[in-house]
Structures are given as structure tokens and as C-alpha cells.
């Protein structure tokens, strides 16, 4: 149990539904040089207690990130974020009702395991091609 004991509970009572997550494995690079992107696992998280992000959570987003569509994402999973050092992708959340199913890449996850057993994430809203 977390230091605030029964969050846990409230938390899981919200689960706002199944949100479904792309994982690429780590890029590698060819007998060239060359980077090579990693194969793509796709995999449900639930519970997953979904909101729109806004107030402090917007803040910490780079600037360009502020002003697209941000989602606040509590699952038990820990979601990635890109890291360049290693060659790990962000993982990229599907999310949305059937009209308009929406592509978010994880930009923050914070570990809020000691507090409430959950991860608390941010996804920004992929720009569309």
C-alpha cells in the first residue's frame, strides 16, 4: 500500500478504460552504420484513468508541446519516454472513442508507485499527416 492509503482503490475506481500502447524495441544500427528502427509490440494497459492535461501538468512540456491536445494518463504499467542516449523510442498510446481514435507519444512518466501504486504520464497528440 502506498503512502496514502487507500488512493489505490479511488484511483482504480475511476479506470476510465482500456488504452491501447505501441512499444518499439531499441533501434540498432547495420553492419553499415546505418540506424535501424526496432520492431513494434502493440499491447492493452488497463486500468488506465484518462484525462485531458491542463494547469501545472501543461507546464511541464516544452513550450511547443503546450498549446497541442495533452492527455494525463495514471496506469500500473510504466509507459516510456524517448530517450536518445539509449536509442529507446517513446511509446505511443491509441486512445479514443471509434469516431475519433487519437495517436499520443509519451512525453513525461513519473513514478508515483510510493504514493498511490500508479505511474502518471503525459501524451501529446501526434500531428497528423
Same mark, same amino acid.
Given at each position: 500500500?502506498? +503512502?496514502?492509503?487507500?488512493?489505490?482503490? +479511488?484511483?482504480?475506481?475511476?479506470?476510465?478504460?482500456e488504452?491501447t500502447?505501441?512499444?518499439?524495441?531499441? %533501434?540498432?544500427?547495420?553492419?553499415?552504420?546505418?540506424a535501424?528502427r526496432g520492431?513494434v509490440? /502493440?499491447?492493452?494497459v %488497463?486500468?488506465?484513468?484518462v484525462h +485531458?492535461?491542463t494547469?501545472?501538468?501543461?507546464?511541464r512540456?516544452?513550450?511547443?508541446?503546450?498549446t497541442?491536445?495533452?492527455?494525463l494518463i495514471?496506469?500500473k504499467?510504466?509507459?516510456r519516454?524517448?530517450q536518445?542516449a539509449?536509442g529507446q /523510442?517513446?511509446?505511443?498510446?491509441?486512445?479514443g472513442s471509434?469516431?475519433s481514435?487519437?495517436?499520443?507519444?509519451?512525453?513525461?512518466?513519473?513514478?508515483w508507485i510510493r504514493?498511490?501504486?500508479?505511474y502518471?504520464c503525459?501524451? +501529446?497528440?501526434? /500531428?497528423?499527416s
Open positions: 500500500m502506498g +503512502v496514502l492509503e487507500g488512493l489505490e482503490e +479511488v484511483i482504480d475506481c475511476l479506470d476510465t478504460g488504452v500502447v505501441e512499444r518499439r524495441s531499441s %533501434a540498432f544500427y547495420d553492419a553499415d552504420g546505418n535501424v520492431s509490440s /502493440e499491447f492493452p %488497463a486500468p488506465a484513468v +485531458v492535461a494547469g501545472r501538468d501543461l507546464l512540456l516544452p513550450e511547443g508541446d503546450r497541442r491536445e495533452v492527455l495514471l496506469t504499467l510504466r509507459l519516454t524517448g536518445e539509449t /523510442e517513446a511509446d505511443t498510446v491509441i486512445y471509434q469516431d481514435v487519437g495517436r499520443y507519444v509519451v512525453r513525461t512518466s513519473e513514478d504514493a498511490s501504486s500508479h502518471k503525459l501524451a +501529446v497528440r501526434e /500531428e497528423s
